[in-house]
């Protein structure tokens, strides 16, 4: 227990520790930013009581902080202020044209301009928009516009000319410039380019960053999300700067775990900078590899993808491979099997597709798997349609969780938005936001769904001994919601509101 006199005492609560060995708990201590004390209030001293403020709970529920095991905290913060291009904003690209064009009137001539949030699954043409496309709705800036899955891109003429994309560019390994079938003409379309576009199109400006970062915050902690864990595969030291700056102006208050690219791990490592290094608000986490099929094979190749673990367990780093389809879910579960390093937890990222086959690897090699139940909810009906009566192999929930794998959960913002309530209430009903069901034999409950998103994802960052439980000496990270979600019908989980967010034992946003 912190020596310092306790400075918020919360009573009149029904707390969920997540905590096995306290389950349950009437009244909180917070000290210096930590849990002193969790207990029932009768228990309370006198003069524990008069020495703090009291905050009456009023019966609410009390949850340890959520943790976001997997988002994209500056795209999400750029998706902000960037065009809205996500249904229901727009639904055809005649949408798309008058919204970019919009922003280009206010917009100074050659000036970048982003936009984010399609796909075409959404739009009513069922294609993704072209160059031409974007040229009609601003002719005189470069555009930038973003699939919604953070995996493609479409730019303008303005824009292929600024990243020097002209018909005769070689691919970036990995990446796809999609062409015109007629004349091979570059079409606009960028597949898996982000890392190769990072270095060519400029960064936001500071204050635009400022502006988007705060909005991220905001929504964050209005979620009852006090943790976020960045799993941007371009995070470079760079970013990794700047992601500093924003959390030592305040401008972000989730704690932030920042996952170094494992193409940028070399310096990192030549900064002396190493697993687990930071600070109270902001550390280094796993090395993050991006393993995508391109064209019919993997990329990176088996043997290189084992070479990149072996580089980044050498440097004392555990990895986070981003894997989607079932044979990247294999050929990630078995590269960690064979470059298994006691003592590094290693995880997969997604893990969506798992056929049998895929299973029997994950459950061979155990990492802990990061996952987003909220896609069931976003993108459900279009999960039946693709995969039809194999949608059951989708996001195995709770095959994986009977098998002993940790899961944990992550929005993935910008892809979906942060939302634990909705991603808890997916997991739970397995229901799409259009009704439709999705493997009702995955459904969690809602404890394993609530587990998802607190002591398991802070597992999943090795951050157990600081937060995802409430439990004396941990950081005083809390949600207080307006009702149990352990104890809803999948009807009312979605009912549930965050009433305030705590982080580091300060109220950090209230209803
Ligand atoms: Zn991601």
Known sequence: MSPSAPNLILTNAHV??????????????????????????????????????????????????????HCHALAYAASLIAVDCAPPAVSTIGDIIHAVCQRAQRTPNGDWIRATGYS????????????????????NNPVRLNHRSGHACVLNSAALSRVGICPDTDEPPGGTIARDLNTAEPNGLLLEMDAWLEDRIPPLGDAEM?????????????????????????????????????KAQKTFTPTLSVMPAAAHLDEFVANNLRFGDGDEISGLAHAKIMLTRSGGSLFPSENDLSAIIAHAHGHGFPV?????????????????????APGLRDRIEHASECPPAALDALLNAR?????????????GSRYLKEFGADAGWLYRFKTLTDGGIVLAAGSDAPVSRPNPIIAMHAAVARRAGSGE???????????????MHTSAAAYAACMESEAGTIAPGKRADLAILTDDPTGASPETLLNIGVATTIVNGRIAWQA
């Open 16 to 69: 969920l520790t997540l905590d096995p060995a306290r389950p349950r708990a009437s009244a909180v201590v917070i000290s210096g930013g930590r849990i002193a004390w969790v207990g029932e209030r009768h228990r309370l001293s006198p003069a524990t009581i008069s020495a703090a403020r009291l905050m009456d709970c009023g019966g609410q529920i009390v949850v340890p902080g959520f943790i976001d095991a």
């Open 120 to 139: 075409e699954f959404d739009l009513y043409e069922k294609r993704h928009p072209t160059r031409w496309d974007l040229d009609r709705a601003a002719p």
């Open 210 to 246: 400022h502006d988007g970062a705060s909005q991220a915050s905001e929504r964050f902690l209005m979620q009852g999300v006090t943790s976020v864990q960045d799993a941007t595969p371009s995070n470079s030291l760079e970013r990794w700067d700047a992601l500093r700056r924003l």
């Open 320 to 340: 986070a491979i981003h894997a989607v389809e079932a044979d990247t879910v294999i050929a990630a579960a078995k590269a960690l099997e064979a470059n298994h």
């Open 367 to 379: 990492p802990v798997v990061v996952s987003q139940p909220r896609f069931i909810h976003d993108s």
């Open 437 to 451: 069901i999705i493997g009702s034999t995955e459904r969690l409950t809602p404890m394993q769904a609530l587990t």
